[in-house]
């Protein structure tokens, strides 16, 4: 098994807890669904949010869905002219058997924009 990183992004209507457990919720979903992955092969995962969120930790949507031994950690995007607002990214160090290239990267709605180069 190798190590590989996972990335991902939402970008939420609105700056409401239940809206981002919902959005990041489906987004940690996707991702472990995409790569057919299970929690089990989380070694970590980094949230960021944009500053304009504040109403709740993204890593608290994890946890939610059972994601509960796996350390986890958010921070603060860095607040950038200009930039896409209302933003929550991951990072998910995983242990899986894909190669780096057959890693699916996980960009949903909005966020697209963000990465069209690795968006799936």
């Known amino acids: 098994m190798a190590v590989r990183?996972?990335?991902g992004a939402v970008q939420l209507e609105r700056d409401d807890a239940e809206h981002m457990d919902e959005q990041v919720g489906e987004l940690l979903t996707a991702v472990l669904e995409r790569n057919s992955l299970t929690a089990?092969?989380?070694?970590?995962?980094?949230?960021?949010a944009t500053p304009d969120l504040r109403s709740a930790f993204p890593a608290a949507a994890a946890r939610r869905l059972g994601i509960t031994d796996v350390p986890l950690i958010c921070a603060q995007e860095m607040d950038v002219e200009g930039a896409m607002p209302r933003i929550v990214r991951?990072?998910?160090h995983v242990e899986t058997g894909l190669g780096r290239s057959a890693v699916t990267h996980v960009y949903?709605?909005?966020?697209?924009?963000?990465?069209?180069?690795?968006?799936q």
Do not use: E, H, P
């Open 5 to 7: 990183a996972v990335r």
């Open 40 to 48: 089990d092969d989380l070694i970590s995962v980094w949230f960021t």
């Open 90 to 92: 991951i990072l998910a």
């Open 108 to 119: 949903l709605g909005a966020a697209a924009a963000l990465r069209k180069d690795i968006a």
